[in-house]
């Protein structure tokens, strides 16, 4: 469960985040950093895509302003796999995340905490 967000600064399960992170069920992948910074592609979501069982929902923080975009051929991987996606700026997607991981579905986050 995502506690707090505020730029920089994510707070899950009672530990601080400053690093852009990854929350799969039962597994958390600190530091994560994308290929091209502000642009979420494939190989970025790696873990994700592989992750057994596949997540139904993946959830998006795509930063503080929102300035991380999301390529289409993720769109379209994700889609293939039946994967959902949700992306909105962090301080929203963290919110959603939650709400979905509360009602028993199975959830991923990707969050860029800062831009």
Request: negative net charge; hydrophobic residues 40%.
């Given at each position: 469960m995502?506690?707090h967000?505020?730029?920089?600064?994510?707070v899950?399960?009672?530990k601080?985040y400053?690093?852009?992170?990854i929350?799969?069920?039962?597994?958390?992948i600190d530091?994560?950093?994308?290929k091209e910074?502000?642009?979420?592609?494939l190989?970025d979501?790696e873990?994700?895509l592989n992750?057994k069982?596949?997540p139904?929902?993946l959830?998006?923080g795509?930063g503080?302003?929102g300035l991380?975009?999301i390529l289409p051929?993720?769109?379209?991987?994700?889609?293939?796999r039946?994967i959902?996606l949700?992306a909105?700026p962090?301080?929203?997607?963290?919110r959603?995340?939650n709400?979905?991981?509360?009602?028993?579905?199975?959830?991923?986050?990707?969050?860029?905490l800062?831009?």
């Open positions: 995502i506690e967000y505020d730029f920089g600064v994510m899950v399960d009672g601080r400053t690093r852009d992170i929350l799969l069920p039962g597994k958390i530091s994560w950093w994308r910074g502000h642009q979420l592609c190989e979501l873990e994700v992750y069982p596949a139904e929902v959830v998006v795509t503080y302003s991380v975009r051929e993720v769109e379209k991987a994700l889609r293939e039946k959902h949700i909105k962090t301080g929203e997607a963290y959603i995340y709400e979905l991981l509360k009602s028993g579905r199975v959830v991923a986050g990707a969050f860029h800062t831009c």
